[in-house]
């Protein structure tokens, strides 16, 4: 390893440190026909935008003049709908956008997702049924944009477009990816939300890593993710408007981990840990809470840069953007049925439900090689849009929900790096050669039991069911999973007046 880091601190030097300053917000405005009365869009754009143009009057707002990157969240209407905030921001130096919210129901969406979730020709029946025409992901930005990807998640329990946002950036020679990120929020349709936003944290890791191992050789770069991750530090367990570092869950540790963020040693640190959904101080999350809680749902998290050795998570700061007096609104009681149930008027003034996030991230200063990142992305993006891509990074970790194997991580996916195998509908790790297994039929758990050659499968032996290698032809055989070649036939001997069965074997 020692070896491995001289040389890429010889290729890149030991680059200087520069700052790339992102904010995110969430805008919490669903373009649908029964929430569109709910979400006051157009009362708080105006609010937004003065209060992008003059901060007086306002609370929450950051210094724009040293913001570099707006990932905006939630902005599911037309791009007119939102000109005012547009406007705003280019007139503070954001000149550069992503354009209409994404993504939409014809970008890519991975072939077939797993179990009875919903495919891209539901998306698209909802979506015309709805007027909800996009996930909502907008990227505002002062540096030029090289190159954008707009995804679908493959894993979504609604039948509505989600997904992430991909901006590469040009900010003074250093190639900066910007992932802006919505993923499934808490709601309960028959399938938890931690068991869909797992398929999606997993999709997630892998295509950074993809986006990583494509830059590394191509210059400076740093690989940044932000937005509404909808995954809460603390479990749903914290009703404290401050950090409850004691509070952090594994299931998100185990997660944000894969993001490459130590939720508990950013926390302890003070980077990460105030609640961005917060019923006590944003009134806005207070209308749609039930009860105390306070999460933690929206980061900004440095997942990877040249010269390949992130610096700790640098301070997430929350902020409530609300106006000084109060705006007044028609409110919904409830935010799936909106005005299909019970309304009421009342005043607001948080002016977005989250609590925004502002991070300024330490990236490499460098030489200018953005054509050559450009061209790495481009060509990282047409392997991930096939199959192979995001439709087999979007998978089961250990302990997540599945239906059959292949619902379940392979080993360059799996966050423990064991391939994971699904066991009475939940994804377990493998069992490598030797060990005891379960009966020998399609979905044995061994290791590689879906690799052909050179495969394993399970059999039974003198001491019970092992894993063992997968057989060469001519071997005798039960199964076709058994053999090497995925081929187990009859075979015939000539009797006394015919042929008569001698046994399968692997052809």
Not at 491 to 503: D, E, K, L, N, V
Request: aromatic share 8%; hydrophobic share 40%; proline share 5%.
């Amino acid at each position: 390893m020692k070896h491995v880091a001289a040389l890429l601190l010889a290729v890149h030097g030991a680059a200087a440190a520069k700052e790339l300053t992102v904010y995110s917000i969430n805008f919490a405005c669903r373009d649908v026909l029964h929430l569109a009365g709910c979400d006051n869009c157009q009362t708080r754009f105006d609010l937004i935008a003065s209060a992008f143009l003059d901060d007086s009057g306002f609370e929450g707002v950051p210094n724009l003049d040293e913001v570099d990157v707006v990932v905006a969240q939630e902005l599911s209407t037309s791009e007119a709908a939102f000109a005012q905030v547009t406007a705003a921001l280019a007139s503070r130096g954001f000149t550069h956008t992503t354009g209409a919210p994404a993504p939409t129901v014809s970008d890519p969406h991975c072939v077939d997702p797993p179990g009875p979730l919903y495919d891209i020709d539901d998306k698209k029946a909802f979506s015309a049924l709805s007027g909800l025409k996009s996930g909502g992901l907008v990227t505002f930005s002062k540096h030029p944009i090289k190159a954008t990807a707009r995804q679908n998640w493959c894993v979504h329990n609604l039948p509505a477009p989600a997904g992430y946002l991909s901006t590469l950036l040009d900010v003074d020679g250093t190639a900066a990816l910007v992932v802006n990120v919505h993923l499934f929020p808490e709601y309960d349709f028959g399938i938890d939300a931690h068991e869909i936003r797992t398929y999606q944290f997993s999709e997630l890791s892998a295509f950074a890593n993809a986006a990583d191992l494509a830059l590394r050789f191509t210059g400076s770069y740093a690989i940044i993710l932000a937005g509404d991750f909808n995954e809460d530090a603390y479990g749903l367990s914290s009703a404290s408007t401050g950090p409850r570092c004691d509070l952090i869950s594994e299931d998100a540790a185990t997660k944000l981990g894969a993001l490459s963020l130590d939720v508990r040693a950013a926390c302890a640190s003070g980077a990460v840990g105030q609640p961005t959904w917060s019923p006590s101080t944003n009134d806005l999350a207070e209308k749609f809470s039930e009860g105390s809680k306070h999460e933690v749902l929206d980061y900004i998290v440095l997942h990877s840069s040249s010269p390949f050795s992130p610096p700790p998570a640098a301070a997430n700061v929350v902020a409530t953007l609300k106006i000084d007096a109060t705006w007044s609104g028609s409110f919904c009681e409830s935010s799936i049925l909106g005005t299909l149930g019970a309304t009421y008027d009342a005043t607001a003034k948080a002016l977005t439900d989250h609590n925004t996030v502002t991070v300024a991230v330490e990236v490499p200063d460098g030489a200018d090689k953005i054509a050559e990142a450009a061209a790495a992305f481009d060509d990282m993006l047409l392997s991930w849009r096939s199959s192979q891509g995001a439709q087999e990074a979007a998978c089961g970790q250990r302990g997540s929900i599945c239906g059959v194997d292949t619902n379940c991580c392979e080993a360059p996916f799996s966050w423990t790096g064991v391939e994971q195998h699904c066991d009475s509908f939940q994804c377990e790790a493998c069992v490598p050669l030797g060990g005891t297994c379960g009966a020998q039929w399609e979905g044995s758990g061994c290791c590689n039991y879906d690799q052909y050659p050179n495969g394993a499968h399970c059999e039974m032996r003198w001491n019970g069911p092992a894993c063992i290698p997968k057989y060469d032809n001519g071997h005798s055989c039960w199964w076709d999973q058994e053999c090497n070649s995925k081929n187990c036939e009859m075979t015939w001997m000539r009797g006394w007046w015919s042929w008569i069965p001698a046994g399968k074997k692997c052809k």
